[in-house]
């Protein structure tokens, strides 16, 4: 079988070595991505700390990433329906590299933020076409599984970011968490280079400005969030916000009626992907509320050291990496609607029965709570994104592919404003809080995935 968007064979039964290959790279590359997003978090302090910066402007080490990744991923999913998915993923992860080598070498606050933001736009380039180059790579049949691995990765690599950062916090300064990214980086551009399935460029052309305007949109909307996060002043917050709706309602008056809008609009009308979109925001916020709030509450309100609070926190990543390989190969023969219900539906007990839990819980009951977690969010991951490739049509793999990273991050993001938040209400119960909320969000997710079960799927009928 040959896939009509790729000069490569798709395997119907096994991969080539030669897709072996392009599959690891992809999965190295995915990793340093997502984990850069969450080990600066806890290098924060030492690295303010060696630069001499207050703790106000060293967050911008995070929002910077978090702002040229999430303004920049649509367009570059736009432009590698362009010119390739290969040829933005090469593009990307070379920028990641040299960006981390910035990184590492930086003097400054200033250097590092400025190496941060070309760090965010490499890392937006490899999340935006990964799920569309992984489609490439396996057969319909077998999508399931793929994503599986990408989902284990996605997911593993974001839970065990702080737990990364802190063993190598432990045996070396802050400029080696971005120099180990160096080695593994060229590793897997040697791998991809002439592994990576070539997609056929695009027949539409770039509109420039219609991805200024999403740029802006979507920085407003980090900026907002980000601000609100770290209880920023509220005029700050609301000009964010409004540059957020002009900007997004100038981008959709501009982009009404094209065949293939950079805000995937035409995506968000299909019942099938609006609802695995709002699944897969929900459940991403329900980790970045449990993952902002679960050390405060396992250090303030259990009693428990950071060590401790480390290794209790660890049973989630483990359990998702068991788990989301697993739920994939499930996703080729059950409903994806189904097995994401079941698992968000699992997440929501996790969450409820963390913020219930009693104040002299021993480790093994956190611990079978964190498991309880991790099963159900590894569950989901991949039916979900298999959801959203498939419901999606070929020709618009790009703007399904870049709508899962951004669903990701801006899920994330709120999670992290949403702690803020209750930690505002509620100084003393903010982490339980902050954990019922994200209960919430959870059985909002497994609702939406239930609603796909009696969702007729429109991937194959015209855009």
């Known amino acids: 079988m040959v896939d009509p968007t790729t000069d490569l064979p798709r395997a119907s039964t096994k991969l080539t070595p030669l897709e072996f290959r392009g599959m690891v790279a992809i999965l190295l590359s995915i990793a340093l991505a997502t984990l850069d997003t969450a080990i600066a978090n806890t290098a924060l302090p030492a690295i303010a700390a060696?630069?001499?910066?207050?703790?106000?402007a060293s967050v911008w080490i995070i929002n910077a990433y978090q702002l040229a990744a999430v303004a920049t991923l649509l367009p570059l999913a736009a432009l590698g329906g362009v010119i390739g998915h290969r040829k933005v993923y090469l593009g990307g992860l070379i920028l990641f590299v040299v960006a981390s080598a910035l990184c590492t070498f930086s003097w400054s606050l200033t250097t590092l933020t400025i190496a941060r933001v070309f760090q965010g736009l490499g890392a937006a380039a490899i999340m935006s076409v990964n799920a569309a180059l992984i489609s490439s790579i396996f057969s319909y049949e077998r999508l399931g599984r793929g994503l599986g691995l990408n989902a284990l990765v996605v997911g593993t690599s974001f839970a065990a970011g702080p737990t990364i950062a802190s063993l190598v916090l432990s045996v070396a300064n802050w400029p080696w968490l971005f120099?180990?990214?160096?080695?593994?980086?060229?590793f897997a551009l040697v791998f991809a280079w002439n592994s990576l399935p070539k997609t056929k460029p695009g027949t539409l052309t770039f509109d420039r400005i219609t991805a200024l305007?999403?740029?802006i949109t979507f920085g407003a909307l980090i900026f907002a969030l980000s601000e609100a996060a770290q209880l920023g002043s509220p005029?700050?917050?609301?000009?964010?916000?409004?540059?957020?709706?002009v900007g997004g309602a100038l981008m959709l008056k501009r982009e009404a009626g094209h065949p293939a809008p950079m805000f995937p609009l035409d995506l968000l009308k299909r019942p099938m992907f609006a609802l695995s979109a709002l699944t897969a925001f929900c459940s991403f916020a329900t980790q970045g509320l449990a993952f902002v709030s679960l050390p405060f509450f396992l250090e303030t309100t259990l009693g428990r050291d950071p060590v401790q609070t480390g290794f209790l926190m660890t049973p989630w990543s483990v359990i998702v990496a068991f788990i989301a390989p697993f739920a994939g190969r499930l996703s080729d023969r059950y409903a994806p609607g189904l097995l994401g219900g079941i698992g968000l539906a699992i997440l929501c007990a996790g969450m409820i029965s963390l913020a219930t839990m009693p104040a002299d819980a021993n480790a093994w009951e956190i611990g079978a709570r964190m498991i309880l977690c991790g099963l159900g969010f590894g569950f989901f991951q991949a039916p979900n994104q298999k959801a959203l490739m498939t419901s999606a049509p070929k020709n618009r793999a790009s703007g399904a592919s870049g709508t899962i990273a951004t669903a990701r991050l801006i899920g994330q993001a709120t999670g992290a404003a949403l702690v803020a938040l209750s930690f505002g209400i509620s100084s003393e119960h903010g982490?339980?809080?902050?954990?019922?909320?994200?209960?919430?969000f959870a059985a909002v997710g497994s609702v939406a995935s239930g609603l796909r079960l009696v969702t007729k799927n429109t991937a194959n009928q015209p855009s």
């Open 50 to 56: 060696d630069l001499k910066a207050s703790p106000a």
């Open 179 to 186: 120099a180990i990214n160096l080695p593994i980086g060229i």
């Open 213 to 215: 305007l999403n740029v």
């Open 235 to 245: 005029a700050t917050v609301l000009t964010a916000a409004a540059v957020f709706l």
């Open 431 to 440: 982490p339980v809080l902050a954990l019922s909320i994200g209960a919430c």
